[in-house]
């Protein structure tokens, strides 16, 4: 079985998943230049927070690759590189991912630039370059370290185990689509399944946007992972209907910005789901890169929530169901669901309080609060 891979990178050449497309059609884009990773990212044919980074410092990196450089100067190639990347990171504001890759590599270019005294313009490029393939590279380790430190943890404290496998909930898309492979949420859901400890994963259909329904859904068929779809609002429901039978144990998420004290910027709904596990007992777990950690904002209420467009709420946009059943992916339509009059609320993200999260799992451990209820999130930060 194929790995499902978002995006496919070749030193020159990068290529995204249009994923508005998904599950129905498989369209790779071609991303030449920064103006096209931006609309990329702020249309939404790429989303989730690694994978967001990841193609605007590569899309940067493809540019300066084959576009002729301008600057004839190490100074003017670090304020082109900077200003490049600036205008990348206006594309979409609440994953710090983006911000913290752009911090990265403009401090790997001027340390480049300092440690090489007779450093040329296309050195510093070269240095850009190899620093967007690494960050690429790092991020699929990572998610495999995820994957494992949650399902261990879950081992030990959920009492998953082979003779009592735990059921989870994940919410949004975590998976290969949102990261360079394996995902983090997604991925702890599959280290669970492949080390024979996971009952069944339920996820939530992710209004507004569908990225539970239209991605997760189609990972979790993909991969063979027992698995059921349900709408955000079913989740109290099957919490206190069936959390019992099925041993449903976690809910598991991941984050666009981890704050200093622990409070989680995810996808809208999140918040929702935190309050519910809460009151059922249900373990509310968070899968966090250390590239989404911010350790710069002390709490959640200084985030900065992205509202995004009304007709997110009031349409739909799919393919056409022929009476016969079949899906007709050549026919598209924007069908309308409300009175397009309305007036729509529509941010992409809520925060959840870290008081009602148990473990934020990282690449460098599993991080719970203190004995006072506080995350220290600084250790595994620079571990
Ligand atoms: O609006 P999206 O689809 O970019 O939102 C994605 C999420 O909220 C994900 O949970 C988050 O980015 C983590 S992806 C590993």
């Known amino acids: 079985m194929a790995t499902l891979q978002a995006i496919k990178y070749s030193p020159g050449k990068l290529e995204v998943l249009d994923q508005l497309r998904l599950p129905h059609v498989f369209r790779y884009d071609d991303v030449k230049t920064c103006e096209e990773a931006f609309d990329c990212i702020r249309s939404m044919r790429v989303r989730g927070a690694p994978a967001i980074a990841i193609v605007a410092v590569l899309g940067l990196a493809v540019e300066l690759q084959t576009t ?51 450093a040329e313009p296309r050195d510093i490029v070269a240095a850009y370059v190899a620093g967007a393939e690494e960050y690429m590279n790092r991020d699929l380790q990572t998610n495999l370290a995820i994957g494992d430190n949650g399902a261990a943890w879950l081992r030990d404290v959920a009492g998953a185990s082979a003779d009592k496998p735990i059921s989870v909930l994940t919410h949004c898309n975590t998976g290969s689509l949102a990261t360079s492979g394996h995902g983090t949420a997604l991925g702890i859901i599959r280290s669970l399944q492949s080390s024979g400890v996971l009952r069944h994963a339920f996820c939530t259909e992710t ?139 529509n941010p992409a993200f809520d925060v959840t309080p870290h008081e009602l999260i148990d473990a934020i799992v990282t690449e460098a451990g599993v991080v719970v609060k203190d004995g006072e209820g506080r995350f220290d999130l600084s250790k595994v930060k620079s571990a």
């Open 207 to 345: 209004r507004p946007y569908n990225q539970g329904s239209r991605l997760t859904a189609f990972e979790l068929v993909h991969e063979g992972i027992p698995a059921t779809l349900v709408t955000d609002s079913m989740a109290a429901a099957l919490f206190a209907t069936r959390g019992k039978e099925e041993n449903i144990a976690a809910v598991i998420v991941g984050a666009d910005r981890v704050v200093a004290n622990g409070d989680t910027a995810n996808k809208i709904g999140t918040y929702a789901l935190a309050v519910l596990a809460k009151y059922h007992g249900i373990k509310f777990v968070v899968a966090a890169p250390r590239t989404s950690i911010d350790l710069l904002t002390a709490e959640g209420k200084d985030i900065t929530i992205e509202q995004r467009k009304g007709e997110e709420v009031t349409q739909v946009t799919g393919p056409v169901v022929g009476s016969d059943g079949k899906v007709d992916e050549r026919i598209v339509a924007r069908v309308a669901t409300a009175d397009q009059r309305i007036g729509v609320w």
């Open 68 to 118: 002729q450089l301008q600057a004839s100067t190490v100074e003017d190639t670090i304020a082109h590189i900077d200003q490049r990347l600036d205008y990348l990171k206006e594309s979409r504001p609440t994953a710090v991912d983006l911000a913290n890759s752009i911090t990265l590599l403009k401090g790997l270019v001027r340390a480049h630039a300092q440690k090489s005294s007779d």
